[in-house]
């Protein structure tokens, strides 16, 4: 079993590049999400989607664009990297509802030079 | 606002010892609240959930913690700390469907 799949596992970018990281999810989940980890902050949550075609704001969404066109796909583009957006990010896919668990991607370390 | 804090970055224990972290939580109404733990370079997994059906709630790897709504907290325990344990722990709570509010941290360390 894949569960919540994401590439690349590192990035470096130069301030200004954009650059979509990906994720891909086998378990036929309608919620996807995205957030992001910095030091001492715990996670918070850039963007969401609740299905194919939907998708809303979170708590930190500057600076960054998702779309979801397939159940399967949830990527984010970081339209102009900006040093503030060096992180872990995190994609993570559940069942409907407000309590089901969230299954997490390994990740993707970011550094925007 | 729903929010979660978790009291103490780091947490060492010698290993055997009792396992106590904490949480608070603020919610104006009954919460969905989580402890999920993250091994190094890897991504966050659910260690349990606590859903309003009991106050005691049992996860995995030997890990429960209880709610308790007049301290407004959900404090993860274990009895016996195995080195394996050293991770870091994050208290959460639901605020809408996908979407979590997380704590801190806290790092466990384990001694042998």
């Not at chain 1, 503030?84 to 089901?100: H, I, K, L, M, P």
Request: with cysteine; hydrophobic share 35%.
């Amino acid at each position: 079993n894949a569960g919540v799949t994401q590439t690349p596992k590192f990035q470096v970018l130069k301030t200004g590049q954009s650059m979509t990281l990906q994720c891909a999810q086998d378990m036929n989940h309608e919620y996807m999400s995205w957030y992001r980890q910095d030091p001492g902050m715990g996670l918070r949550l850039i963007h969401y989607s609740v299905g194919a075609g939907i998708t809303d704001q979170g708590e930190v969404p500057n600076g960054y664009n998702v779309s979801r066109s397939t159940t399967e796909d949830f990527p984010l583009r970081l339209l102009s990297a900006a040093p503030s957006q060096t992180s872990v990010y995190f994609c993570a896919s559940s069942q409907q509802g407000r309590n089901e668990k969230l299954f997490f991607g390994s990740g993707t370390q970011l550094s925007v030079l | 606002a729903q929010s979660v804090t978790q009291l103490g970055s780091h947490v060492s224990v010698s290993e055997g010892a009792l396992v106590l972290l904490r949480c608070n939580y603020s919610s104006s109404v009954p919460p969905y609240l989580f402890w999920y733990v993250q091994y190094p370079n890897q991504g966050l997994q659910l260690l349990l959930k606590y859903t309003s059906a009991a106050t005691l709630v049992k996860g995995i790897n030997g890990f429960e913690a209880e709610f308790k709504k007049s301290e407004t907290s959900f404090h993860l325990t274990k009895p016996s700390a195995h080195m394996s344990d050293a991770a870091e722990y994050f208290c959460a709570v639901s605020t809408g469907f996908q979407k979590l509010v997380f704590g801190t941290g806290t790092r466990l360390l384990v001694s042998p």
